[in-house]
């Protein structure tokens, strides 16, 4: 499926500010970008950088200005369908690829350390990590309300736990916060949502079950095929859509992505729940 | 029933302090105390004062040593026992005594006001505010764990909600919030406990219902017609057991409560479950 | 000095909902209230209450509507020039008139048993009460930013020492949250203000000082002689200028306070720096 | 300067459990491992791996067991004086190598994005970065009491600021978050210490100046030049002692770091301060 997706941030710069963006479709092997822009208002050179597989933008503005960079791309999505059964059987921790194992840590928005007792509460009794990340999933969405500026950046999960209520980087906090209190590895995830409704960013969250990352979005606001990735971390905190070193405030933002082909919601039926990995 | 209640706190004091002791049993209408006296080992002067019904000893030490207070009492206690059904009927907020309204307020350990979309949530269900409050008294029990040491002075709802464990104070705080968060008035209650187990002073919390205090005992350790109450207060910041004002440790403490009659725990039984009001 | 208070307040109400209001200038032997109306735009009634010297007021409105409150009054406002050296002199905790001691006990947004030791370090070194209460005064101006907007009303004291930024309400909660660290009785004030610039309520807080409460306020944004005291409260959850209780939103206020008499702002000079109690 | 390293933890395991341990000398340009070794008193395979430059031991206990681990190395440390007017000069952010970003970001324990305006009225009078940190080391040292037993590892920098008491991994947390508040990377050291007092592992933290990581410690507790890194990472939360997953318990450690050169402590002197990088 390919998806055009467009951004389009302003700025108002009061100080010599360094930013670092990220805004850019991934690339990954399932994910190919088919061509992209990026435009800036005023002549300023930007560098592209790649850490641990996301992409960055940095770019300098030394002295007061106003700003606007939009970036165009057309990408080409796959994801597997995975059957839910071949995620039931647990891969012992000990097993894992080392690269996983900073995501069982907790992290800025994610105490997973505090919330162990109420994961074990709350989710311990199912049998298997596929079947407690679904119910996470479930519970989040049964427990909080999405309520847009109930929360700011500062926002945890665990605040989110007590006040119930957030946006979708809050929801996928939560969901990481009480997997990684299971025991069971878990990232954010940023990107670009189909029928998102608001002209934003999307956020949600993988969980590592059965040596992949199955996605799961708690918010349950836009269908699950129709997403494209940006990057995936441990927290909101480490791939913020935008960093700025300076005296500086974000005064527009505009977020879209659109299809020409004939798009299908994915629905999971009848008994054989299924699940996604990009 | 007549209680005997013994207490012993030990100080070491290091610099010039103030103390505020908040340990003798209440005066009420349902609590006689028939004999009581206070001893300290080294001759200083308490002074005794009573402020909104909650009796406090005053002492001041005016250079280092180390003593221990004694307090020992026999009281006599009655207790209501109340038809639940004579709960079930709401009395309109509008109407309550202009004594109570502040126990619907937030207090230092008891965010009411950050819990208001999770009580609402569980607890939002039950059709009459007896329910509601049975229901959360359940809740804590099921979901926090008792773990002495858990926790400390500085602990509150806010963190009890997230953590899931604590201690009898923490228990009692949390049920103080639910309920406020649901507009029911609720209370902290210290006092001693027979048959504790622990030779500390115990905790629980009195909800507002039919124009009357139901007191309910989240930790269900103690026969909830075993207490003998110290003092009401908006939470243990208002009613602590010890407040001192100087460098001071506390070294030691013992509680007791004995009684030379036949104890029969109360339990509510059959459909007509009860409730207790001192 | 007479000032004539006006405030407004209108709510959108979706669900039946008790309010209690808190927006009547007190009375007391230093404010003498010369008139006063209170209105509303529908026919409801509301009851007046008085609780621990704090004037309230009740109304329960029972179906959806849309109303406006409208207080309007006349006060006649004394305050009283004290001689700082007055104040140098510590009265000992143990000689304090008993209403006192719950103002050392720390309370839902001052939380001064966390505050001790930062207390002690920044403040420990002045030689009397007086003093630290000013350098605490002086510390708050100087280290928090004024920003409208910047906290909402569950922000404490423990948040603005960290955050560094507040309205007036975050102002008087630290200022009374390091008072009551350092053993000093300490109480919130809210009022209406002359030159407050915002059409607002305001806050600041009193310390107990030689047998006598004295006004401070780290914001410096009004001149002190030109408050009128609405209510003291242990902090503003227990004075809060609304509550209401059911499904209500508060969608416009506006608050003033003039004069006709000519107003001098009250300047402290020279050597002679004087406090000033109502 | 050769140091002979030594750790012993010994861990009581209830159900199986998966260890994740962080205790060995990190190999670097200035650390060359001249021998080590790793004794488990029960035959179990432990298995070595490196991530983003941090040796990490993984090692699963099936079954209820008691066992020790014991660390033993002998490290030869080179570190560099650098004198501090060649680290007055301050690098543009936009310059950094791609991999110090990350530690621009706040994290778990860190929350550097809420400490901003404290940092800068604090620190932000100090002309160059090394005078902030340095400033920050300074004021860490004098305003947070190390008191052991204090703090638990669920404690973080915002706690910190508030409580101002804590041990070496606050004192480092503080050190980082006020470090990349005011945009300097900064990052967490965990290591042996000569001259520690204590059986225990140290912390610290290095800043990002001038091109280089500088060591710097709150602490001040032993001689900059006696310690030898175990592992940088963003917090504790990537680079614990130990991590476990299962229900276990650490029953004993100890540690220590002795050497049988001639050891100097490091001391700046006069004018010509100096800092030290590893």
Redesign the interface.
């Known amino acids: 499926m390919n998806f055009n997706l467009f951004s389009e941030l302003s700025y108002e710069v009061y100080s010599p500010t360094?930013f670092?963006f990220n805004i850019q479709a991934a690339r990954s092997a399932s994910q190919k970008i088919l061509k992209e822009s990026l435009l800036i208002t005023i002549p300023l050179s930007t560098e592209e950088?790649?850490?641990d597989e996301v992409r960055?933008i940095?770019?300098?503005v030394d002295k007061p200005m106003f700003f606007t960079l939009t970036y165009n791309a057309e990408v080409e999505v796959d994801y597997k369908i995975i059957d839910e059964s071949s995620l039931f059987q647990s891969i012992?921790?000990?097993n894992f690829d080392?690269?996983i194992?900073?995501y069982?840590?907790?992290?800025?928005h994610c105490?997973s350390?505090?919330?162990e007792?109420?994961a074990l509460?709350e989710f311990g009794k199912y049998s298997n990590e596929y079947s407690k990340v679904s119910a996470i999933t479930d519970w989040i969405f049964n427990?909080i309300?999405y309520i847009s500026g109930s929360t700011d950046?500062?926002t945890s999960a665990?605040d989110t736990?007590?006040?119930?209520?957030g946006v979708c980087k809050d929801f996928a906090h939560l969901g990481i916060a009480l997997c990684r209190a299971l025991?069971i590895p878990a990232r954010y995830f940023t990107g670009y949502a189909y029928q998102l409704g608001t002209p934003d960013f999307h956020a949600c969250f993988e969980a590592y079950l059965g040596n992949q990352w199955i996605i799961f979005d708690p918010t349950k606001m836009v269908p699950i095929n129709g997403l494209v990735k940006i990057a995936n971390g441990k927290d909101a905190?480490?791939v913020?859509v935008g960093?700025f070193?300076g005296n500086t405030i974000c005064t527009y933002m505009n977020v879209q992505s659109t299809t020409s082909g004939n798009f299908i919601p994915y629905k999971s039926e009848g008994n054989v729940i299924q699940a996604i990995s990009y």
């Open positions: 360094t670092v950088f790649e850490l960055f940095k770019l300098h012992p921790l000990i080392k690269k194992y900073p069982l840590f907790p992290s800025r105490q350390d505090k919330l007792k109420l509460k427990n309300d950046a500062g665990y736990v007590v006040q119930r209520q025991n905190a480490e913020a960093n070193f």
